[in-house]
C-alpha cells in the first residue's frame, strides 16, 4: 500500500511548491511540520488530511493509499483520451506505488525504476514526433 508520504511528496512536486509552500498554503505555522509528514515522521490528524486532500483536489482515500487514481471519479482515467495522461500516471504509479506486480511476481525497486523511465523517455519522444 502507497504510504501518504509518498503521496504528499508526489503531489506537491506536480506543483511546483516547496514544503515552505506547501505548508503556507495549509496554514501551519511550522513548514517542519510537513516535512515531517513527508519523510514519514509524523502523519497529520483527519482534518488536516482533508485540508490537503482539497489543496491537491484529491480524495481523502487516494491520500491514503485506498485508491490508486487522486481523482473522485475513479473511473475518469479509464475513460482518458490523452494517452499521454495515462502514461503519466502509469509512470507516477510504478515510482511511487507499493505492492505492484509484473506478470503476477512482485515488482522489484530497479524494475519499477526502469519502467518509469522507460515510459518517460517514450512519453517524450511520441511528443517530439507528434508536433
Known amino acids: 500500500m502507497p504510504k501518504l508520504s509518498n503521496r504528499l511528496t508526489l503531489l506537491r ?3 511546483g511548491w516547496s514544503k515552505a509552500e506547501t505548508a503556507r498554503r495549509l496554514g501551519l505555522t511550522a513548514p517542519s511540520t510537513y516535512g515531517n509528514w513527508e519523510y514519514g515522521i509524523r502523519e497529520p490528524d483527519l482534518e ?6 482539497t489543496l491537491y483536489d484529491v480524495s481523502v482515500d487516494y491520500l491514503l493509499g ?4 487522486p ?17 503519466t500516471k502509469i509512470s507516477e504509479d ?3 506505488e507499493d505492492d505492484l506486480n509484473l506478470d503476477g511476481q512482485p515488482l522489484n525497486e530497479s524494475a519499477a525504476n526502469f ?3 522507460s515510459i518517460d523517455f ?3 519522444q ?6
Do not use: F, W
Not at 485506498?66 to 487514481?69: K, L
Open 13 to 15: 512536486e506536480k506543483q
Open 48 to 53: 488536516m488530511v482533508t485540508q490537503i486532500a
Open 66 to 69: 485506498q485508491q490508486s487514481i
Open 71 to 87: 481523482m473522485y471519479v475513479p473511473s475518469e482515467l479509464q475513460n482518458e483520451k490523452d494517452i499521454g495522461k495515462r502514461m
Open 94 to 96: 510504478l515510482k511511487y
Open 115 to 117: 519502467l518509469a523511465d
Open 122 to 124: 517514450l512519453y517524450e
Open 126 to 131: 511520441a511528443k517530439k514526433l507528434n508536433d
